[in-house]
């Protein structure tokens, strides 16, 4: 008689093509569906056709919108209704809470996940105390806690986080097989009705504080006047006032007809392998997904000099860094033609080995198999 697989509820804020959501549908694609069955709870009421592809991979959603009144009950509701043995939990500190309601439940396995160096851009005073609460409650209740990058650790739970049992380093994982088909540049310029010749620039990444929406259109204003050819791709969604904000630099600099927003894209692969280079000047991250996309699709990266981006340069190709303090003309000169195109010139392929290394996607899901099938702690599961 067959065993039944082991439920696990990861939970995020929101649903999208992007970050936390995108990287667990990766790690969803490659698991035994004998022995795991995923449902990604949103905290939101936001999800769009993502939810298209979690049921395509064999997942389910479901919609908590966070409350401090109703939220409690229904989420208390849905771990007993569906007996989960496996809560995990991408909210940051807000982790915390989920996994009290999760050990209230006696739900054996509680996972708090950091997938940044830094919660917000703003921290008040109310989110300052709140977040003290908050990382007691992890401290208490979570039976393990990972992070995507030993940054986003050390930042989230502290330089020694090595000394609690409990932490561990998982990197993301991609399948580079997504990546295998040849560059379809030629149609990709024509679907955005840009020159044949165009020195095509390209960023990913939802419009959030983290990303520097506002330094990438800087950066690429300069790049332009370097290089006239010039254009840039702008993939993701997010944040209106964010979006706004980008339109109004956008236009302030002149360059409307030089930018194309593309909104939120299912064909990242595709676009990637298309573009001379990725732009990517964060101001903080955890691990960045785009830059290992990237790699895997051979495109070369200009991207800030963060620790987190630090650990993926030291294991993959095509990645240059630029600290944060460099001019925007100096960032320009860097992306007009990006070291590892100087190095290797024109003559032959750059290879990216992004699957010989830790990001390749078996790794990922063997360390988080390895993890909800671990007998917990013996950690209190109430409070």
Avoid at 320 to 339: F, H, I, K, N
Wanted: with cysteine.
């Amino acid at each position: 008689m067959l065993s039944q697989p082991t439920k696990v509820l990861h939970v995020f804020g929101r649903l999208g093509r992007g970050g936390a959501p995108m990287r667990t549908l990766e790690v969803l694609r490659h698991l035994d569906r004998q022995r795991y069955a995923l449902v990604f709870c949103t905290l939101s009421d936001v999800v769009g056709d993502f939810q298209t592809d979690i049921e395509a991979s064999g997942g389910r959603v479901a919609r908590l919108p966070y409350g401090l009144v109703r939220f409690p009950a229904r989420f208390r509701q849905l771990l007993r209704s569906e007996r989960f043995g496996v809560v995990h939990s991408h909210v940051y500190y807000q982790s915390g809470n989920i996994l009290r309601l999760a050990a209230r439940c006696g739900v054996p396995v509680r996972v708090a996940h950091f997938r940044s160096s830094k919660e917000s851009a703003k921290v008040t005073l109310r989110r300052r105390l709140q977040g003290v609460v908050l990382r007691r409650w992890i401290d208490r209740f979570a039976t393990d806690i990972l992070a995507v990058s030993e940054e986003a650790m050390a930042e989230a739970w502290g330089p020694s986080w090595r000394e609690d049992p409990r932490c561990r380093v998982v990197y993301n994982g991609l399948d580079p097989r997504r990546f295998a088909a040849p560059s379809d540049r030629a149609s990709v310029l024509q679907e955005f009705r840009l020159p044949q010749d165009a020195y095509l620039c390209i960023h990913v990444g939802r419009m959030s504080a983290a990303k520097n929406h506002d330094r990438l259109v800087r950066i690429f204003a300069a790049l332009a006047r370097r290089r006239p050819e010039a254009r840039l791709l702008l993939i993701g969604w997010g944040e209106k006032r964010i979006e706004d904000a980008l339109a109004h630099r956008i236009a302030e600099l002149g360059i409307g007809h030089l930018v194309c927003r593309c909104g939120e894209r299912s064909d990242v692969p595709r676009l990637l392998k298309a573009a001379d280079v990725l732009l990517f000047p964060s101001l903080w991250e955890g691990l960045p997904g785009a830059v290992l996309e990237a790699c895997a699709a051979g495109t070369p990266v200009v991207a800030s000099d963060l620790p987190s981006i630090r650990e993926i340069a030291s294991r993959l190709e095509g990645v240059e860094l630029v600290s944060l303090d460099e001019s925007d003309q100096g960032w320009a000169m860097r992306a007009s033609c990006p070291l590892v195109v100087r190095n290797a010139g024109r003559g032959g392929p750059v290879r990216f080995p992004l699957g010989e290394s830790v990001f390749a996607i078996g790794a990922c899901v063997q360390a988080m198999c390895s993890i909800w099938d671990r007998p917990p702690g013996g950690l209190p599961v109430g409070d």
